[in-house]
């Protein structure tokens, strides 16, 4: 055998040691009925041998068509939960990997519907514990959690992270935040406001997608800046801007835990804290990061770069809990410790 | 006599390895980065992961070794001369007269194996991207270790045959020309290329479909157009080589083929390739967008499949063209 062979496949078997060395956790992929249509996810499981049913955490994720592990942004929390004794669960939305359907054609009902029919999924699980389940939701799965908590018990406590409680207000703060991103300000910043004002006022009457089209093309300012919707991401608009979690919050009674970072440009974090301090009827804490943006990175990583560009995603799984804010994960990870009662038997906890 | 032919296989050997470990790992780990980059990236749409392991890893064994193998056909071509006092039975009894010809059943049950445990190894990882990338480094290891084992068993026997056939050269009558380039030039490739790039653009298409809902005929026609241009190509540079040195090994009789130059291969493919871009624009007067994973899919596999054929039959008309010119060069100057 030549020596480059002998070689290589000392290699390779260094590789796969390397391989297992670097898989701190299980990954199963897994398949939810929900209604007719079939969810393809990552169940996540520590690395141990153990007959004692797994606590879990469900992963409810954020706008766009994201992945089980949403590309890789799960995968600090999996680790840590995983290395605590915790499962995870998470699917692709609808459209994105296996599942079937589209994610654009989805209604918020919709969204929590499919929340339900996950969690009758790990309640079929004998490694899983049905008793200890809990929720975590990020940005857009604030319209989608509430849903659940006011009638399924079975869910025992929730993590909100950077979730916003009514639409219109949300999508008003981002467009602010934008347009005062770029430097804009007094007459200028009132006319992109007027016009993000028509605008909405039109979508509200769920005109045709043609009339939308003309409409913007007719009465965008140059410096409004925004494109246009497709026709599908229309339609998830005009089918999903009525929803407000207000009393939907206001029938929860787990406790919930929301994580904001200072730097949200996409959320109004004063008004999501002060509303869910006022409607949540069980216990309720909340924390905000310094210097953190709506996805809980650090600034100093992530200013700067588009999260839709190839490069955020390989920053992100190259720095990977380090990527984001201080805390966080540990904060996610007492929570979820704490109502599981994994370590220090589950004390309750008040609000801040 | 001996030591000039184990010398000069040495030489061989030693420059094929290199060869082979670098275009395994390199080629291995641009496919898999860029299987990797189309969304939904390294995650989930595990289908495409176990096809790649469990049907891309064996063929790519294959091609690279079969690679390798015409490379060495060619090198006793340019070397016949040197070693044309070579007894061919010292060298084996067996010999064979094709690169393709290391593709037997007992090859590709043993190919199955590294691509079982490649599977495995990804069913059992945490499949994070960092494991991801470990991956494509090992699978592209276990395709150098696979690829370079084929080699050394059908090298020796491959140059004998080579020898044999340069000693005593055969003409191929015409139905026994175009059987040759078929099988041993445009079906191995036709299946290589199709599931290789077959597999990137259905998950580019998939991944498209998922981001906005659908894809526009009209996107379809410029990728229709890239992808044809780009294997067109691409099979042609793979293929043209290999087809010029069995040319030379057996003459072949290809009628109504006169002169072809390079630029006509340019324009060639270059025109062919437009056919199923107008196609495309086209139907997209009727049906202005797809979002059917099947029929993308469907799409992708039949635009692939014309542009291998177009990129083989365009190197055989060209390999043609040039030994024909050869034989008339060598029949003025006696």
């Keep these: 055998m030549h020596p480059m062979i002998k070689s290589a496949i000392g290699l390779l078997i260094t590789l796969i040691v390397v391989v297992f060395w670097l898989s701190g956790y299980d990954r199963k992929a897994v398949e939810i009925n929900n209604e007719d249509s079939a969810l393809y996810g990552s169940l996540v499981l520590p690395k141990r041998d153990g007959h004692t049913p797994l606590p879990v955490l469900i992963f409810v994720h954020g706008d766009g068509p994201i992945s089980s592990g949403s590309y890789g942004y799960y995968a600090p929390l999996w680790q840590a939960l995983a290395d605590a004794g915790v499962a995870s669960l998470s699917w692709d939305k609808q459209g994105v990997g296996g599942s079937d359907g589209h994610w654009l054609e989805q209604t918020m009902t919709e969204r929590a519907q499919q929340l339900s029919a996950a969690i009758d999924w790990v309640a079929q699980q004998p490694n899983l514990d049905s008793q200890r389940i809990g929720v975590i939701g990020f940005s857009q799965a604030g319209w989608v959690l509430p849903q659940v908590l006011a009638k399924d018990e079975r869910l025992k406590y929730a993590i909100m992270v950077s979730t916003a409680v009514n639409w219109q207000q949300q999508g008003h703060y981002q467009t602010v935040q934008r347009l005062k991103s770029v430097g804009q300000e007094g007459e200028e910043l009132t006319q992109n406001l007027d016009y993000n004002t028509a605008l909405d006022a039109l979508l509200k009457q769920k005109v045709p997608y043609t009339q939308y089209k003309q409409f913007v093309t007719q009465s965008a300012p140059q410096s409004y800046g925004s494109q246009s919707m497709t026709k599908e991401r229309y339609e998830f608009v005009i089918n999903n801007m009525h929803v407000d979690a207000s009393s939907a919050l206001m029938q929860v009674k787990q406790p919930v835990l929301a994580l904001f970072g200072d730097s949200d440009a996409v959320v109004d974090v004063q008004n999501s804290i002060s509303t869910y301090q006022n409607t949540l009827l069980g216990p309720y804490q909340y924390k905000v990061y310094e210097d953190a943006n709506h996805a809980l990175f650090k600034n100093d990583y992530f200013s700067g770069i588009s999260k839709d560009s190839i490069w955020f995603g390989v920053k992100m799984n190259w720095l990977g809990s380090e990527g984001f804010t201080e805390g966080f994960i540990d904060d996610v990870l007492s929570w979820v410790t704490n109502h599981t009662q994994l370590t220090n038997g589950g004390g309750s906890t008040n609000g801040e | ?334």
């Design chain 2, 1 to 334: 006599m001996e030591n000039n032919v184990t010398d000069w296989y040495k030489k061989q050997r030693e420059s094929a390895m290199w060869d082979m470990l670098f275009s395994c790992v390199l080629e291995v780990l641009v496919v898999f980065a860029v299987i990797l980059l189309i969304t939904p990236f390294f995650e989930t749409l595990n289908t495409f992961w176990y096809g790649f392991f469990l049907i891309l890893l064996p063929m790519y064994i294959f091609s690279e070794a079969a690679s390798a193998l015409g490379k060495l056909r060619r090198a006793v071509l340019a070397h016949e001369a040197e070693l044309s006092a070579v007894p061919i039975s010292t060298l084996c009894d067996k010999p064979i007269f094709h690169q393709w010809q290391c593709l037997s059943v007992a090859a590709g049950l043993l190919t199955v194996l590294p691509a079982l445990g490649c599977a495995t190894l990804y069913y059992l990882s945490s499949k994070s991207i960092v494991v991801m990338v470990v991956l494509g480094i090992l699978m592209g290891i276990a395709i150098f270790i696979g690829s370079a084992m084929l080699f050394e068993r059908y090298a020796i026997r491959l140059v004998a045959g080579t020898l044999q056939q340069a000693r005593a050269p055969k003409q191929l009558d015409e139905a026994k020309s175009i059987d040759f380039l078929i099988t041993y030039h445009f079906l191995p490739w036709l299946v290589f290329t199709t599931l290789v790039f077959g597999l990137l653009m259905s998950k580019y298409y998939l991944g498209y479909v998922a981001d906005a809902g659908e894809v526009s005929l009209s996107s379809v026609a410029v990728y229709s157009f890239i992808s044809v241009s780009f294997v067109g190509f691409w099979s042609c540079h793979t293929v043209l080589e290999s087809i010029k040195a069995d040319m030379k090994l057996q003459p072949m009789v290809l009628s109504g083929v006169g002169k072809f130059s390079y630029s006509d291969l340019v324009g060639m493919i270059l025109g062919a390739g437009s056919i199923p871009w107008l196609l495309f624009f086209v139907i997209g007067f009727f049906v202005p967008v797809l979002s059917s994973g099947f029929w993308l899919t469907t799409i992708a596999a039949v635009i692939i499949i014309y542009a291998v054929l177009l990129g083989v039959g365009g190197a055989c008309l060209l390999a043609f063209s040039q030994s024909q010119k050869q034989v008339s060069a060598e029949v003025c100057s006696q």
